[in-house]
Nanobody, 124 residues
């Protein structure tokens, strides 16, 4: 599976961005999706996850209430809508997919396929 993340950029604090992660290479519908982020000098941080059916979503504490994960299975795409952005949201954002589902949604080790990352920079 190949993942292509897009939608990152520079935005002022309080602004919004929508990230997209397009998958190709195999049927997408049975793959659960997730977003992680990593700032320089820090570990990869869980942001959000969505089950392959789209009926379950999970969020990291720091983004809950501001970010929304969704998916469009016919388009083989997972989205991350980011609102009320803060400077501390600045990071490289990675999308990832896992086979089926896992009880460990927030662990990067649960995900098999990774995109190349897209930079999000929030200015104060």
């Amino acid at each position: 599976v190949q993942l292509q993340a897009s939608g990152g950029g520079l935005v002022q604090a309080g602004g919004s961005l929508r990230l997209s992660c397009a998958a190709s290479g195999r049927p997408f519908a049975r793959l659960s999706g997730g977003w992680f982020r990593q700032a320089p000098g820090t570990e990869r941080e869980f942001v959000a996850a969505i089950s392959w059916r789209g009926n379950l979503t999970y969020y990291g504490v720091s983004v809950k209430g501001r970010f929304t994960i969704s998916r469009d299975n016919p388009k083989n795409t997972v989205y991350l809508e980011m609102n009320s952005l803060k400077p501390e949201d600045t990071a490289v954002y990675y999308c990832a997919l896992m086979e089926g589902a896992s009880s460990r949604w927030s662990s990067p080790k649960s995900y098999t396929y990774w995109g190349q990352g897209t930079q999000v920079t929030v200015s104060s």
